[in-house]
Nanobody
């Protein structure tokens, strides 16, 4: 079955960096677009970034120029490099793939605070 496992979250000061990973299994990773979402306390889950099977990317306006999404098909893993983090980036970050239905990981907490 489809499994998505996020890692790499943590506590970082404003201006700092983190790299999130999403290890995927149970499907042919290289054939599917993948997405990062986040959900802050009291807010709806929002799309942060996406990457197609061929490597095209898109970003939410709030993270453009600071975040970079990438994928390693040989490792069935997706990444999110987050630079110049802001307190507003504090959220649980989720990995997502859409195969008829949407599959989600368990999430990884990112906290940006001094």
């Amino acid at each position: 079955q489809v499994q998505l496992v996020e890692s790499g979250g943590g506590l970082v000061q404003p201006g700092g960096s983190l790299r999130l990973s999403c290890a995927a299994s149970g499907f042919t990773f290289r054939l599917f677009a993948m997405y990062w979402y986040r959900q802050a306390p009291g807010k709806q889950r929002e799309l942060v970034a996406g990457i197609t099977s061929t490597g095209s990317t898109n970003y939410a306006d709030s993270v453009k120029g600071r975040f970079t999404i990438s994928r390693d098909n040989a490792k069935s893993t997706m990444y999110l490099q987050m630079n110049n983090l802001e307190p507003e980036d504090t959220a649980i970050y989720y990995c997502n793939v859409r195969k008829i239905v949407a599959f989600w990981g368990q999430g990884t907490q990112v906290t940006v605070s001094s």
